[in-house]
């Protein structure tokens, strides 16, 4: 069974940093193409960034630049750095595979709020 769990979420300004961590069990992170999401409400789930097995990376323009996604394939963890936080980028941010299906689950995500 596959279970996603994001962390590292919370209130900062605009202009500062977090990091957002994903943690894999039931799936091996490096053998699939995974990706950041957001869901800000009312909204469906955005494709913020992913990165596929080999490591190539792809962003939304709206954050190119500004977030970094990475993977620690011996923690079998994916990462998020976000820097130059807007106030836009507040949302609630999952990880899931870059093509997910109805039977790939959502996490309980982390919320990252943005204050102007």
């Known amino acids: 069974q596959v279970q996603l769990v994001e962390s590292g979420g919370g209130l900062v300004q605009a202009g500062g940093s977090l990091r957002l961590s994903c943690r894999a069990s039931g799936i091996i992170l490096s053998s699939n193409s995974m990706g950041w999401y957001r869901q800000a409400p009312g909204n469906q789930h955005e494709l913020v960034a992913a990165m596929t097995s080999t490591g190539s990376t792809i962003y939304v323009d709206s954050v190119k630049g500004r977030f970094t996604i990475s993977r620690d394939n011996a923690k079998n963890t994916m990462y998020l750095q976000m820097n130059s936080l807007k106030p836009e980028d507040t949302a609630v941010y999952y990880c899931?595979?870059?093509?997910?299906?109805?039977?790939?689950?959502w996490g309980q995500g982390t919320q990252v709020t943005v204050s102007s």
């Open positions: 899931n595979k870059r093509f997910y299906t109805s039977y790939d689950s």
